[in-house]
């Protein structure tokens, strides 16, 4: 077990509890955590949308958690996806800092704050990656 990759996995858990949080209590959470005015207002409105959006990432996250973690049992593709996690964390990281001067209906501080989680994730990600990498 990697104490980065399980770091890494934790993260990716905790996001996706936050995200659930999102879907829980609405318009606020929306608004708190940056996803736009359009979201907020939407899951005001209670249009299914905000839910089914924020449901496919908390599926993505948790499936990420477990790729990175990998404490119970092995995955298949292990190599492969956490490669493509982290490279999807950097690019994220690295695009987000392009929003800034024309944030599409979010602050240019969600852009900057997320973008440097995203970078910070990668990096946690990228660690514990290559000191696994022999094992994997």
């Given at each position: 077990m990697?104490?980065?990759?399980?770091?890494?996995?934790?993260?990716?858990?905790?996001?996706?509890i936050?995200?659930?949080?999102?879907?829980?209590?609405?318009?606020?959470?929306?608004?708190?955590?940056?996803?736009?005015?359009?979201?907020?207002?939407?899951?005001e409105?209670?249009?299914?949308?905000?839910?089914?959006?924020?449901?496919?990432?908390?599926?993505?996250?948790?499936?990420?958690?477990?790729?990175?973690?990998?404490?119970?049992?092995?995955?298949?593709?292990?190599?492969?996806?956490?490669?493509?996690?982290?490279?999807?964390?950097?690019?994220?990281?690295?695009?987000?800092?392009?929003?800034?001067?024309?944030?599409?209906?979010?602050?240019?501080?969600?852009?900057?704050?997320?973008s440097?989680?995203?970078?910070?994730?990668?990096?946690?990600?990228?660690?514990?990656?290559?000191?696994?990498?022999?094992?994997?």
């Amino acid at each position: 077990m990697n104490g980065f990759l399980v770091i890494a996995g934790t993260l990716n858990a905790i996001v996706a509890i936050i995200h659930i949080g999102c879907i829980y209590f609405g318009a606020p959470w929306y608004r708190f955590f940056g996803a736009g005015e359009k979201m907020a207002v939407l899951a005001e409105r209670g249009s299914i949308q905000p839910t089914l959006i924020t449901s496919g990432i908390v599926l993505v996250l948790s499936l990420w958690s477990l790729y990175a973690a990998g404490i119970t049992f092995r995955l298949p593709l292990i190599r492969l996806a956490l490669i493509l996690i982290t490279l999807i964390y950097f690019v994220r990281g690295i695009a987000g800092f392009f929003f800034i001067s024309s944030p599409m209906g979010r602050s240019p501080e969600f852009w900057v704050w997320s973008s440097l989680i995203c970078l910070g994730f990668g990096l946690i990600h990228l660690i514990g990656l290559k000191q696994q990498w022999a094992s994997l």
